[in-house]
């Protein structure tokens, strides 16, 4: 079995091996508002041109000495234009409208949203552009390639049943990102087809759907909870004791696109091989 290096070695390999000035980059000082991009910045060696960032910018852990602009879905405008940043990078959905202010205020905007893996190559990529680390963009998607490829794979693909939300009960659809980070590790979605990428479903159809691994991945929420819904101690997950919470996996490993989804796909990996052992 091929061994990959670890993602912390390999961001501290591409750190040290490009120092680079702060005024060489086209925008020395950015602010952003969205974890998973700040995720990306700091893998590209790049992290001393982030000035601001939101709470849930929580990895690595250099981001706590940053600057604070409020939350993902309700940044501070203000505090942001305190900063004098030269961009602001942010993501899509609750952003949009976040997007338009900053844009109004002649404060330059750059929107990433991936949707799939190969999306956050190129956003990776994008960044390395933005941010004068070409070189270390094209690792750090190589070893992400490398990584994904070299990961077993289960010979029979479980169907998996993944829990984003519960009131209502929100799924993914394989059309994105999670959905994708699913089919990497080997997994069936039960779920391929959604009216949109993330979507509320019925807890019946679950149940008649009965997957044979299920995968909670907010908090609070524990295996007995599971079982306690209405008709789900039908489900071949909860007989065979599959299901999984955030005790078990990271959840940002696998909903945050960005090079961490690599440990998720391995974990998840994992996960599948054991279900047929």
Not at 135 to 163: F, G, H, W
Not at 199 to 217: F, G, N, R
Request: hydrophobic share 40%; proline share 7%; aromatic share 6%.
């Amino acid at each position: 079995m091929k061994k990959c290096i670890p993602l912390f070695v390999l961001i501290l390999i591409i750190s040290c091996s490009m120092p680079l000035e702060k005024d060489d980059a086209p925008h020395p000082r950015i602010a952003v508002l969205s974890p998973e991009l700040a995720e990306i910045v700091c893998a590209l060696g790049a992290e001393e041109h982030i000035i601001g960032i939101t709470h849930e910018c929580n990895y690595p852990n250099a981001l706590y000495e940053k600057n604070m602009v409020g939350s993902f879905s309700a940044p501070n405008i203000e505090k942001i234009v305190a900063l004098e940043p030269d961009a602001v990078l942010l993501t899509g959905m609750e952003q949009e409208m976040i997007k338009q202010k900053l844009q109004n205020l002649n404060i330059p905007v750059h929107q990433f949203f991936p949707s799939s893996i190969q999306a956050l190559y190129e956003t990776i990529f994008e960044l390395g552009e933005l941010l004068n680390r070409k070189e270390n963009a094209d690792s750090l998607i190589r070893y992400m390639q490398q990584a994904i490829v070299s990961t077993p794979k289960s010979t029979k693909s479980p169907t998996i049943y993944i829990e984003i939300y519960n009131k209502p009960l929100m799924t993914a659809s394989s059309d994105s990102f999670v959905g994708d980070v699913l089919q990497e590790a080997g997994l069936i979605n039960i779920f391929p087809e959604l009216p949109r990428e993330y979507c509320a479903v019925s807890s019946e159809k679950v149940v008649e759907l009965d997957p044979d691994i299920i995968l909670i991945t907010y908090p609070g929420v524990d295996k007995n909870d599971i079982k306690e819904r209405l008709g789900w101690d039908s489900i071949t997950a909860v007989k065979n004791d599959k299901v999984f919470t955030t005790k078990n996996i990271d959840p940002d490993l696998i909903l945050r696109s960005g090079p961490r989804v690599v440990e998720g796909i391995q974990k998840l990996s994992h996960i599948a091989a054991q279900y047929h052992e």
